[in-house]
């Protein structure tokens, strides 16, 4: 992908695809998403060992403090303040701000109410090797690509508030010995993925406007989709799939 993803297409190339097909073309990438990965099934399906959950938690955690980086990655690399006065409240969001936790201490509460002590997390000892790679991964990208594509990689929060509704009405049911205060990380991304879901979308949808911009865009929302999967992968390799 170019620089500019607006760049017009040769003559005689493909036409982009118009908006709405975009869009839905976009949206159903959410078939790969990790909801239906089978570690999270067991996850929210009540199967799950506390092993399987507090490895879980620990694991997530180091893609939670990584989100701010990869955010601030995008900054630095749009020259846009438009763009960045919008983007800098997901670092707000993360690391929290004034009076808000942020959240990266929510997460840091969900791991209290699963057993941990904050010491433990914080080591990041827990954490596999495939996640670490994967995560990484995914930071090293925003680092190294334009800043459209970033934003782009974020769309996979087009299918977040799914999984969050399933750990919220299935967690308490199923795992009781977790501290419902814990799960408060869940509450919030429910409104805060939406929120931001509608800026990066606007911005995918009005950015990536040639076929070739719009293939690349539709492969960048691949690659995060893969990410998150190979997360799971992980932790079901480390941690096992069935309690």
Same mark, same amino acid.
């Given at each position: ?38 570690? !999270?099934?067991?996850? !929210?399906?009540? &199967?799950?060992?506390?092993? &399987? ?5 620990? !694991? ?10 990869? @955010? ?7 020259? /846009? ?11 707000? @969001?993360? @690391? ?7 959240g990266i201490e929510?997460?840091?509460?969900? $791991? /209290? $109410? ?7 997390? /914080? ?40 999984i969050h509704r ?24 429910m409104s805060l993925?939406?929120?931001?879901? /509608?800026?990066?979308?606007? %911005? ?12 690349? $865009? %539709?492969?960048? %929302? ?11 992968? $992980?932790?079901? %390799? ?6």
């Amino acid at each position: 992908m170019s620089r500019d993803p607006g760049v017009p297409e040769r003559r005689g190339g493909p036409q982009p695809w118009p908006r709405e097909e975009f869009e839905q073309r976009l949206r159903e990438r959410g078939r790969a998403y990790h909801v239906h990965h089978p570690f !999270n099934l067991m996850l !929210n399906g009540g &199967q799950a060992t506390r092993e &399987q959950i507090r490895g879980w938690v620990a !694991n997530r955690f180091y893609y939670q403090i990584n989100i701010p980086l990869k @955010d601030a990655a995008i900054i630095a690399n749009c020259a /846009e303040r438009e763009v960045r006065r919008r983007w800098v409240q997901r670092l707000l @969001d993360h @690391d929290g701000h004034g009076a808000e936790p942020g959240g990266i201490e929510s997460w840091l509460r969900l $791991a /209290e $109410a699963v057993g941990f002590a904050r010491a433990e997390v /914080e080591s990041l000892q827990q954490v596999v090797p495939g996640v670490r790679f994967a995560v990484d991964a995914y930071v090293n990208f925003a680092r190294r690509a334009p800043w459209e594509e970033g934003v782009c990689a974020s769309l996979t929060e087009l299918f977040a508030p799914e999984i969050h509704r399933q750990r919220l009405a299935g967690w308490p049911v199923h795992y009781p010995w977790i501290d419902p205060a814990g799960l408060s990380y869940f509450q919030s991304r429910m409104s805060l993925a939406r929120r931001d879901v /509608e800026f990066a979308l606007a %911005l995918t949808l009005e950015r990536f406007r040639t076929r070739a911009a719009q293939e690349r $865009a %539709l492969e960048v %929302l691949q690659f995060k989709l893969d990410v998150l999967w190979q997360m799971n992968d $992980a932790m079901a %390799l480390a941690y096992g799939l069935k309690s």
